[in-house]
Nanobody, 124 residues
Framework: VQLQASGGGLVQAGGSLRLACSVRGRAFSEYTMGWFRQAPGKEREFVGSIKWDSADTYYVTAVKGRFTISRDNAKNTLYLQMDSLKPADTAVYYC??????????????????WGQGTLVTVSS
């Protein structure tokens, strides 16, 4: 499977960005997908995930109410809508696929396939 994240860039605090993750490979619609981020000098952290059927989403507390994860199974694409961005959101953002089909995944250990990352920079 190949994951390609895009949509990063430079934005002012309070602004918005929409990231996309295009997935090449079979059975996209069977896997929980997630977003992670890694700020300079910090460990990669979970941002949120969405179940294979979009029935449930999960978010880290820091982004709840500001970020929205969605997916289009017909297009094999995952999205991350980021609103009310803060300088603390500055990081490389990665998309990832869960290890096995039809499993809920909210921890980095639950994910096995990763995209290359896209940089989001929020200026104050």
């Amino acid at each position: 499977v190949q994951l390609q994240a895009s949509g990063g860039g430079l934005v002012q605090a309070g602004g918005s960005l929409r990231l996309a993750c295009s997935v090449r490979g079979r059975a996209f619609s069977e896997y929980t997908m997630g977003w992670f981020r890694q700020a300079p000098g910090k460990e990669r952290e979970f941002v949120g995930s969405i179940k294979w059927d979009s029935a449930d989403t999960y978010y880290v507390t820091a982004v709840k109410g500001r970020f929205t994860i969605s997916r289009d199974n017909a297009k094999n694409t995952l999205y991350l809508q980021m609103d009310s961005l803060k300088p603390a959101d500055t990081a490389v953002y990665y998309c990832a696929r869960a290890r096995t089909p039809n499993m809920i995944a909210t921890d980095i250990a639950d994910f096995a396939s990763w995209g290359q990352g896209t940089l989001v920079t929020v200026s104050s």
